[in-house]
């Protein structure tokens, strides 16, 4: 269980602060059942949500997970294997595809949203001299991936989500 005042990532709303925990007296929970009370980092609300319930909810990374050898950031681990490469497995069909990036968002995995932003990076810079690029679906999923990445990296390195995007093709390359 997070403790009162830990910020957390949780699901799609990305970093956000543990204000409560616990049994909760609101109206419409169930109390008998135990909530986290979140307050999102970058806008206001008021997220209510199981403490066992299905949303991703993990700690939020630190500077120094950021900078360890083999982390996000580096582009090879220790065994030589790169870390950000494109995804390889994107299914061909388009509604295939798009609940393929969905599972990949609700995931909140940094690697996996990295994969999933370099992927489609990728395929916008192939297909510009045909005049075609990324289909709707991919550039919705490429946009919140890099709000998710940008949100808790630039938590994590102390810089506004703004910054985060020259940081990262500075650290990657790309």
Same mark, same amino acid.
């Given at each position: 269980?997070?403790?009162?005042?830990e &910020? #957390?990532? +949780?699901?799609?709303?990305?970093?956000?602060?543990?204000?409560e =925990?616990?049994?909760?007296?609101?109206?419409?929970l169930?109390?008998n059942? =135990?909530?986290? $009370?979140? $307050?999102p980092?970058? @806008?206001?609300?008021? #997220? &209510?949500?199981?403490?066992d319930?299905? *949303?991703?909810?993990?700690?939020?990374?630190?500077?120094?997970?950021?900078?360890?050898?083999? @982390?996000?950031?580096?582009?090879?681990d220790?065994?030589?294997?790169?870390l950000?490469?494109?995804?390889?497995?994107?299914p061909p069909?388009?509604?295939?595809?798009?609940? +393929?990036y969905? *599972? #990949?968002?609700s995931? @909140?995995?940094?690697?996996?949203?990295?994969?999933?932003?370099?992927?489609? @990076?990728?395929?916008?810079?192939?297909?510009?001299a045909?005049?075609?690029?990324v289909?709707?679906?991919?550039? $919705?999923?490429? $946009?919140? *991936?890099?709000e998710?990445?940008?949100g808790?990296?630039?938590?994590?390195?102390?810089?506004?989500p703004s910054k985060?995007?020259?940081y990262?093709?500075?650290?990657?390359g790309?």
């Amino acid at each position: 269980m997070f403790s009162v005042g830990e &910020y #957390i990532v +949780y699901g799609v709303e990305g970093v956000c602060r543990v204000e409560e =925990a616990g049994k909760l007296k609101v109206a419409g929970l169930d109390k008998n059942r =135990a909530y986290y $009370r979140l $307050r999102p980092y970058y @806008h206001d609300g008021t #997220i &209510y949500t199981p403490v066992d319930g299905k *949303a991703v909810m993990r700690p939020v990374l630190t500077r120094e997970e950021l900078g360890r050898p083999g @982390h996000i950031l580096r582009l090879v681990d220790r065994d030589g294997r790169q870390l950000a490469e494109p995804l390889g497995d994107v299914p061909p069909d388009s509604r295939a595809a798009g609940e +393929y990036y969905r *599972a #990949i968002l609700s995931g @909140h995995d940094c690697v996996a949203l990295l994969r999933l932003c370099k992927t489609l @990076h990728a395929k916008q810079n192939s297909q510009t001299a045909s005049r075609r690029g990324v289909n709707s679906t991919e550039l $919705r999923s490429w $946009r919140m *991936a890099e709000e998710m990445l940008y949100g808790e990296f630039g938590f994590a390195l102390g810089m506004p989500p703004s910054k985060v995007k020259a940081y990262l093709q500075e650290k990657l390359g790309s």
